[in-house]
């Protein structure tokens, strides 16, 4: 379940973060370390950071991968700069093949899960996780819809100035007809064609229409749903 796995992610992420801490420190007391060795501890602290920092941008922020690549991604570079420079003036180059390391992986990890994970898996299933009783009791408070559509509400919307408008809903589907929705289709229940839908758990769906279509607007859909009927 996507809950299940939320908080799977939640707990690799602690769980290594106070491994890398212990190990960094363990490696700051051993004796007789050659001064320019690598610390791996703190390389694991860096890449791990590096997943917390991802993670709290997609739980709070929609606009997280942007977010990433215009604030966070020109952090890191500044910093390899600076860290670059004192290890040029100490001579230390194991220190430079260190900083690489750790930019680099933590940099691909990053574009790994917000790519390919992001916005389909791990935001929605962050988000549900923290805040679902309060998206239940605000949904369930509605009165039954008289027309047969299923309760609803707004999740979150995207776009910027009226351009590419992307519009999620949450949806209360107690029959869990969407389970089993072939999509992109048509499903009892709501008006519009679901482009896609995600399993929050039994009965409770996130669901996303064609880009500028809301719940009860859709364009796209009536268009393509009559060049289908003159075909």
């Known amino acids: 379940m996507p809950v299940i796995a939320a908080f799977i992610i939640i707990f ?3 769980a290594l973060s106070v491994a890398s801490l212990w190990i960094a420190v363990r490696d700051r007391k ?3 370390k050659a001064a320019g060795s690598i610390n791996w501890g703190l390389c694991l602290c860096g890449v ?3 997943i917390i920092v991802d993670l709290l941008l997609m739980v709070y922020s929609a606009y997280a991968i942007f977010l990433f690549l215009f604030f966070v991604l020109p952090a890191i570079c500044i910093l390899c700069v600076l ?3 004192v290890a040029f003036l100490r001579k230390r180059r194991s220190h430079s093949v260190q900083l690489f390391g750790t930019a680099f992986a933590s940099v691909a990890l990053s574009f790994v899960v917000f790519l390919f994970l992001g916005g389909n898996v791990i935001r929605p299933a962050l988000r549900w996780l923290i805040w679902s009783r309060q998206f239940k009791a605000e949904l369930l408070a509605q009165p039954a819809p008289s027309n047969g559509e299923l309760r609803h509400m707004e999740w979150e919307a995207t776009g910027w100035a009226g351009v590419a408008n992307v519009t999620v809903y949450i949806a209360f589907d107690p029959s869990d007809a969407l389970s089993n929705a072939i999509l992109p289709g048509k499903v009892a229940g709501i008006p519009c064609t ?3 839908a995600f399993r929050l758990e039994p009965r409770w769906y996130s669901v996303w229409f064609y880009t500028d279509e809301t719940w009860s607007e859709c364009p796209w859909s009536s268009k393509a749903a009559a060049e289908l009927k003159n075909n």
């Open 12 to 14: 690799a992420v602690i």
């Open 30 to 32: 051993r004796t007789g």
């Open 48 to 50: 791990v950071g590096m």
């Open 83 to 85: 860290w670059l420079l």
């Open 194 to 196: 679901v482009l896609r």
